[in-house]
């Protein structure tokens, strides 16, 4: 038998590689979308009365102050502050740079995880979201923040990986 | 007259520590105005006053603790300052002042029998004098038919104590001692849902509280602000120094068993519905070479509880800051729960044996702390000896309090003389409490166990 025999066709049984990067896809999608979203997040202490077991409030007239996460544009923030402080002491990061970068960073993750999700575009938007996490690399790699380092060194694998089975994209808007 | 001054010399039972000539004009004041003045309001005499018109008030003693009631009052809408008294002109002035710009008109008085006489139409009257004089003012306005708010301690003597609680029941007036932390919201819920209902702690078997303080300096007085001396000895002062820090003294307070631990020592007794079965203490003057009272002391209580045997240890350093601050903390076999008046000192525990608690989370009686609350099966492996029990998971209680921390409990006061709310700490109840603080002072002195009876606070 030769070796080209032995090889399965992509046209006999590519269930299995389609499923797979459907999944790889939907994975990278659902952690930019929801990334992205949180950035619009914030957590704010919310006032209420204290009930009892009846759902009456108590007799005290407590009121307790519980800590409730709300979304919106006005809780914008790309990048938590104290990073940004430590971005801010370096050189190799000027502000024309960073700031800009600071502004679009949630929804450019946003629109990646969605186009990753529906497959619009899909390589050119695995490799865009690629080189966001090189961008977002650079960064962590000044401040000697080996772990975030380690975990986007994870995600640029599972991109890249992501591309190299780009071609078994199915169920998408756009094939490619 | 000031709550950071004093008054007379020591002695009598009925009064609190008046001498006898003044005991006697004191009477004769008291029982010649209260019976004016209850013959001129019969209508505020029969029944709770009207709940939409304007209480009408008065203040005595307008040192550090009765400007922070002025001031926690004047929040309240619905209430009038009619009169202000004290012996110190200078603090007089201050308050008549600040009440003008708060757009209260009083009338000022130097002397609180001058307003008994003169104030024919007062509803209640807020006393924040030096302990001594507790019992001798409150006494007086309560059968004059005026509703009483009297800081803690209810007097620098038992029998001075006593006597209100008499005087409260013979009159029928409200008399509310100032332990505030029974109207705060956050010692309530505690009280009454997380330990009473719940179970939370399961069976309480110990407590300790504290109040660390730094050193301090002792109070001084503006130049041209001495009080005559003939004014002073009336008033039963030694010298303007010890009317400044009458806290020091014997004849005007309880030392600071009494003037910090009052609060705590409540607690204790309010949570282990006390008072004590025993007390054991120890204490002295160990750094302040012109303080009569100890500095620092100690008290080891034991508490008969429903569920059995509670031991309740306090200390009051007025040395040092060290140790966490202030605090009571009722440790049970399943939780342990730390009250401060400062949300900051305040936390709740659960032991790893304890059941889950997320059913309180979700009903709101208590929330995560700001970081990740341990998980006590985890820390399992941390152990450093193998009978270490496992680290409590913390989590904070989420009631707040969104007012002056002495409102709510003036707010009970005036509420229950609108006749829409019960006395959250009347004297009675009072008495009980501070009857442990009176006999750990005792126990200080005898060096040895103090036993209590019922007798102690039968009135």
């Avoid at chain 1, 950035?39 to 009846?54: E, G, I, N, R």
């Avoid at chain 1, 006005?74 to 000027?94: I, S």
């Avoid at chain 1, 970068?101 to 969605?114: K, Q, S």
């Avoid at chain 2, 166990?449 to 009135?459: E, I, K, Q, R, S």
Wanted: net charge neutral.
């Amino acid at each position: 038998m030769s070796d080209t025999a032995s090889q399965p066709k992509l046209s006999e049984d590519t269930s299995g590689y389609t499923l797979a990067f459907l999944v790889l896809r939907l994975w990278l999608g659902v952690r930019a979308l929801i990334s992205g979203i949180e950035k619009f997040s914030a957590t704010v202490a919310v006032q209420k009365p204290l009930l009892d077991a009846s759902g009456n409030p108590d007799p005290s007239g407590a009121i307790v102050e519980i800590d409730q996460k709300v979304y919106g544009f006005a809780n914008y923030q790309g990048v938590p502050d104290a990073l940004k402080e430590k971005f801010l002491a370096e050189p190799m990061l000027p502000s024309f740079l960073t700031t800009p970068f600071y502004a679009t960073l949630g929804y450019v993750l946003i629109a990646l995880g969605l186009m990753l999700i529906v497959g619009l575009f899909t390589r050119i938007s695995l490799f865009a979201m690629g080189i966001v996490y090189v961008m977002l690399t650079v960064g962590l790699i000044l401040i000697k923040q080996d772990v975030g380092v380690s975990s986007l060194a994870v995600h640029i694998a599972l991109v890249a990986f992501a591309l190299v089975l780009s071609r078994y994209n199915r169920f998408a808007v756009t094939r490619r | 007259m000031n709550e950071t001054t004093p008054t007379p010399t020591a002695g009598s039972p009925e009064t609190g520590a008046l001498s006898s000539w003044d005991r006697r004009k004191f009477l004769q004041v008291a029982a010649t105005a209260g019976a004016a003045l209850a013959l001129a309001r019969p209508g505020r005499l029969l029944g709770a006053a009207s709940t939409q018109s304007d209480l009408r008030i008065a203040l005595i003693g307008l040192g550090a603790e009765g400007k922070v009631l002025m001031e926690a009052t004047l929040k309240i809408p619905n209430v009038k300052y009619v009169a202000v008294c004290d012996i110190w002109p200078y603090a007089l002035k201050y308050g008549q002042r600040f009440l003008k710009k708060e757009g209260h008109e009083v009338n000022a008085y130097d002397n609180f029998e001058d307003l008994l006489a003169k104030e024919k139409d007062l509803d209640a009257v807020f006393v924040a004098t030096p302990d001594v004089w507790h019992a001798p003012i409150t006494n007086a306005f309560l059968k004059a038919g005026v509703h009483v708010y009297c800081e803690k301690m209810m007097s620098n003597t038992i029998e001075g104590a006593r006597s209100m609680v008499r005087t409260m029941k013979e009159t029928g007036k409200l008399l509310q001692i100032g332990h505030q932390r029974r109207s705060n919201p956050r010692y309530l819920v505690a009280k009454n849902r997380i330990i009473d209902e719940a179970h939370m702690l399961g069976r309480v078997t110990a407590a300790n509280g504290q109040w660390n303080r730094a050193v301090s300096d002792d109070l001084g007085w503006p130049k041209n602000s001495d009080i005559p001396e003939d004014v002073l000895k009336k008033w039963g002062y030694e010298n303007m120094f010890q009317f400044r820090n009458w806290r020091w003294f014997k004849k005007y307070g309880g030392g600071p068993l009494s003037d910090l631990g009052a609060h705590q020592i409540d607690i204790f007794n309010w949570f282990f519905d006390g008072p004590p079965k025993t007390v054991l203490a120890g204490g002295g003057a160990d750094y302040y070479p012109n303080h009569e009272w100890f500095d620092n002391a100690m008290a080891i209580f034991e508490y008969q509880t429903p569920q059995g045997i509670a031991r309740a240890f306090y200390q009051v350093l007025t040395t040092t800051s060290a140790g966490g601050g202030y605090y009571e903390q009722f440790m049970g076999t399943d939780g342990t729960l730390r009250m401060s008046e400062n949300p900051k000192y305040t936390a709740i525990y659960r032991e790893a044996r304890a059941a889950d608690w997320s059913k309180f989370v979700q009903a709101r009686l208590i929330a995560p702390q700001a970081a990740t609350p341990v998980d006590p099966d985890a820390s399992a492996s941390s152990k450093v000896d193998a009978r270490e029990t496992a680290e409590l998971a913390a989590y904070r209680l989420p009631v707040i309090l969104t007012k002056a921390i002495h409102q709510p409990h003036i707010e009970n006061f005036l509420n229950a003389i609108r006749g829409t709310a019960k006395l959250n700490c009347p004297a009675d109840e009072a008495f009980r409490s501070e009857i442990a603080i009176f006999k750990a002072i005792e126990a200080v002195y005898a060096q040895k166990m103090v036993y209590l009876t019922p007798a102690d606070w039968t009135v």
